[in-house]
């Protein structure tokens, strides 16, 4: 069963930025789809962003577009949102997630390998 660690969440200002990163235990990430997820209190877990396998494909919910970026870095074996011009209704619980699989359509019923979860809080 894949693990994960996941940091870099915080409480920052309104149009501040934030790196959330997700290291993996046990196992390759290129080897998966990646995904970055959220839940805010009262919500439903949603689909930020992810990335197929390889890197080739990747999704962005539209109100994050232009302001989050997924990404690899595989010489450590990571993965990281990049948020900018955050607002707080960016301010949720953020969970990494892992599929075997293609992983798109880029919903958390695809993923079947998840992180414990970063806070994010961002106030106005």
């Known amino acids: 069963q894949p693990q994960f660690v996941e940091s870099g969440g915080g409480l920052v200002q309104s149009g501040e930025s934030l790196r959330l990163s997700c290291a993996p235990s046990?196992?390759?990430?290129?080897?998966?789809?990646i995904g970055w997820f959220r839940q805010a209190p009262g919500k439903e877990r949603e689909g930020v962003s992810c990335m197929t396998s390889g890197g080739r494909l990747t999704h962005y919910e539209d109100s994050v577009k232009g302001r989050f970026t997924i990404g690899r870095d595989p010489g450590k074996n990571t993965v990281y949102l990049q948020m900018s011009s955050l607002k707080p209704e960016d301010t949720a619980v953020y969970y990494c997630?892992?599929?075997?699989?293609?992983?798109?359509?880029?919903?958390?019923?695809?993923?079947?390998?998840w992180g414990q979860g970063t806070q994010v809080t961002v106030s106005s």
């Open positions: 046990g196992f390759i990430m290129d080897y998966y789809a």
């Open positions: 997630a892992a599929d075997q699989g293609y992983g798109l359509p880029c919903s958390p019923s695809t993923y079947g390998y």
